[in-house]
């Protein structure tokens, strides 16, 4: 299972776009599989986060909500306490699930997705279990390393 599409995350965009100020430069993110992963903002009890896009701005067309990160992200203490948070991954531009679900923003994806996204006690890196459209089971594990 991919979150986003590898085609956003073109090896020699990302360098590139590491040249250039970015959201996540200025902030604490993660270096995933899928790419750059750094918080965007907080909705209500949610840490919303998103991906950079290969011109080192904002992909839009992904968002992952973590349950209870919100209110704990500050910029004096970037990062995400350790533990285990409910999440919810939503792909805009996607179409592999039968039904649409809603974000808590209300915006509709019909690719999304729940994680349970453990952060380890040294803060040093995540690992999130990932299941598709509301399946049961998981069906791939995404893990994340803090960005240098």
Known sequence: MRIINLGYLAAPCVAIAMSFPTPASADFWWDTSE????FDGAS???GVFRF??????????????????GPQYTDSLP????GK???????????DCNKDAVDPDGNVANEWGAMWFTVEQNNDYFTAQVYECGAQTSTDVFKGTPGT
């Open 35 to 38: 790419g750059q992963l750094y």
């Open 44 to 46: 209500g009890n949610y």
């Open 52 to 69: 950079l896009d290969g011109n080192g701005g904002t992909n839009n067309g992904v968002a992952i909500y973590i349950n209870g990160v």
């Open 79 to 82: 990062g995400i306490k350790p």
């Open 85 to 95: 948070y409910e999440a919810y991954w939503f792909n805009y531009e996607g179409n």
